[in-house]
């Protein structure tokens, strides 16, 4: 049973920081590659960072690059999100995902979600 389990989420000041973990088991982890994903009320779920593996590359979007850090452990099949500097703007539900390899034969790859943990940032 594939499972993506995230966590750390809670109420942060602007300003500060938070590191959100993603579990994960039912699939071999390092041949996915990761991303977190947000969604606020109201708007569109948007990719906010990614990591691929083996490689480890990274990319971000640009409202939070300089900010984020996305990080995996294979090891440990766990994801992470080191959230700082945050702003008000960055208050979401933030999903875990996996996206799979290629096929060989095509059509879409492999793609699974987590529930969610909620961050709000507020005074």
């Known amino acids: 049973q594939v499972q993506l389990v995230e966590s750390g989420g809670g109420l942060v000041q602007p300003g500060g920081s938070l590191r959100l973990s993603c579990v994960t088991s039912g699939f071999t982890f390092n041949n996915y590659a990761m991303s977190w994903n947000r969604q606020a009320p109201g708007n569109e779920r948007e990719l906010v960072a990614s990591?691929?593996?083996?490689?480890?590359?990274?990319n971000y979007a640009d409202s939070v690059k300089g900010r984020f850090t996305i990080s995996r452990d294979n090891a440990k099949n766990t994801m992470y999100l080191q959230m700082n500097s945050l702003r008000p703007e960055d208050t979401a539900v933030y999903y875990c995902?996996?996206?799979?390899?290629?096929?060989?034969?095509?059509?879409?790859?492999?793609?699974?979600w987590g529930q969610g943990t909620q961050v709000t940032v507020s005074s």
């Open positions: 990591i691929t593996s083996p490689s480890g590359s990274t």
């Open positions: 995902a996996a996206v799979g390899p290629v096929r060989p034969l095509g059509g879409l790859r492999s793609t699974y």
